[in-house]
């Protein structure tokens, strides 16, 4: 469809657009044309009216005659066979409105003297449908700017949900990574407990696969991915991990990226807590403030044990994500102080709506 008649908005400044054409037209059929200025007032808003839209179909044949790929001999044929027929037309409607107008007081032998300017009128009803062919070309390249930009926005989206599915898909086989490696030192030192772990393990894993390509999902379930994280480690360090949890009730419904804390939970039981002989702590704390969802975890670390081989994927994946979704609007920082190691993240709050 005509992108001007799609709304009547553009329709209407369309139209306004053709106000001073119609002026022109009224000076051109009074003043050389002999008409009285009545006369010419009245039959030029009728024709202009009419030849707006006529000049519309030009879109068409601009439409099939792209600038950048018709040649010069079809571009000039098309548009000069489109003028004189338009024209024509145009020519052709004016005689009918003379003999019509004709029998109106006011209009007495307007047909014979509208019949001397119909040279006039024909070469002026050409130059306006070029001027039209003209209009349309602007049109049809602000409408190919706006579909490449368009295009372009597409991308971009699509490149970022797949950034998220691929760090997404990093999560787990990290997780895993560690967990078998757990199972296999205490498979040689307490073989229930490596059994415990592994129930445990899959109930955690069944729970994360059942998330699917949700691309957030609420804090109060992420807390609950987090506890089922937790029921796996404990089985290895009993007592030594500790965890303190202080989580305001208004942040439970905010939306978060699924397994967003779970790589932060493991980064300071596997470098926190693991290092340390009598064990260590892990606190949580999550608020909603001015519009923000501010997530701090902290753990205590010992800053003179050697540091261990990493991949890097846990934390790095939890900044990579963040950045991906919410871009300049999160935060993500990370921070020691003595034998005190802190990850701080603040992101945009998400409600779900949820139907009623």
């Given at each position: 469809?005509?992108?001007?008649?799609?709304?009547?908005?553009?329709?209407?400044?369309?139209?306004?657009?053709?106000?001073?054409?119609?002026?022109?037209?009224?000076?051109?059929?009074?003043?050389?044309?002999?008409?009285?200025?009545?006369?010419?007032?009245?039959?030029?808003?009728?024709?202009?009216?009419?030849?707006?839209?006529?000049?519309?179909?030009?879109?068409?044949?601009?439409?099939?005659?792209?600038?950048?790929?018709?040649?010069?001999?079809?571009?000039?044929?098309?548009?000069?066979?489109?003028?004189?027929?338009a024209s024509g037309l145009w020519v052709l409607v004016a005689r009918i409105l003379g003999r019509m107008l004709a029998n109106v007081e006011g209009f007495y032998g307007l047909s014979y003297r509208l019949s001397q300017d119909f040279p006039l009128l024909f070469g002026t009803g050409v130059l306006l449908y070029l001027l039209a062919v003209g209009f349309h070309y602007v049109l049809l390249s602000v409408e190919a700017s706006r579909d490449a930009e368009a295009r372009v926005m597409q991308a971009s989206v699509l490149a970022r949900d797949a950034e998220l599915r691929a760090l997404k898909a990093q999560v787990n086989p990290h997780f895993l990574f560690n967990s078998l490696?757990?199972?296999?030192?205490?498979?040689?030192?307490?073989?229930?407990?490596?059994?415990?772990?592994?129930?445990?393990?899959?109930?955690?894993?069944?729970?994360?696969?059942?998330?699917?390509?949700?691309?957030?999902?609420?804090?109060?379930?992420?807390?609950?991915?987090?506890?089922?994280?937790?029921?796996?480690?404990?089985?290895?360090?009993?007592?030594?991990?500790?965890?303190?949890?202080?989580?305001?009730?208004?942040?439970?419904?905010?939306?978060?990226?699924?397994?967003?804390?779970?790589?932060?939970?493991?980064?300071?039981?596997?470098?926190?807590?693991?290092?340390?002989?009598?064990?260590?702590?892990?606190?949580?704390?999550?608020?909603?403030?001015?519009?923000?969802?501010?997530?701090?975890?902290?753990?205590?670390?010992?800053?003179?044990?050697?540091?261990?081989?990493?991949?890097?994927?846990?934390?790095?994946?939890?900044?990579?994500?963040?950045?991906?979704?919410?871009?300049?609007?999160?935060?993500?920082?990370?921070?020691?102080?003595?034998?005190?190691?802190?990850?701080?993240?603040?992101?945009?709050?998400?409600?779900?709506?949820?139907?009623?």
């Open positions: 469809m005509h992108p001007i008649l799609t709304q009547l908005r553009r329709l209407l400044f369309y139209l306004l657009g053709w106000a001073p054409l119609a002026g022109m037209l009224t000076y051109l059929l009074a003043v050389p044309g002999g008409l009285t200025w009545l006369q010419a007032t009245t039959v030029s808003i009728i024709l202009c009216l009419l030849y707006a839209f006529v000049c519309l179909a030009a879109w068409y044949p601009c439409l099939a005659t792209p600038l950048e790929k018709a040649s010069l001999p079809r571009f000039f044929s098309t548009h000069i066979i489109g003028a004189i027929l490696n757990s199972i296999s030192a205490l498979t040689t030192s307490d073989a229930p407990k490596a059994r415990e772990m592994c129930v445990l393990l899959g109930d955690f894993l069944r729970r994360t696969l059942g998330l699917g390509e949700k691309s957030a999902i609420a804090l109060d379930e992420e807390m609950s991915l987090v506890h089922a994280f937790l029921a796996v480690e404990k089985i290895r360090y009993g007592a030594r991990l500790q965890m303190e949890e202080s989580v305001d009730r208004e942040a439970l419904q905010a939306q978060v990226p699924p397994l967003l804390l779970q790589p932060l939970v493991e980064n300071a039981v596997v470098h926190g807590v693991a290092n340390l002989v009598d064990g260590g702590w892990i606190k949580l704390e999550a608020a909603r403030r001015d519009g923000q969802l501010s997530i701090v975890v902290e753990n205590l670390f010992d800053p003179e044990a050697p540091p261990r081989r990493r991949s890097g994927v846990g934390l790095a994946n939890v900044r990579q994500r963040l950045h991906a979704r919410y871009g300049e609007q999160a935060t993500f920082r990370t921070s020691a102080e003595g034998s005190c190691f802190r990850v701080a993240i603040s992101l945009p709050v998400e409600i779900q709506e949820h139907a009623s």
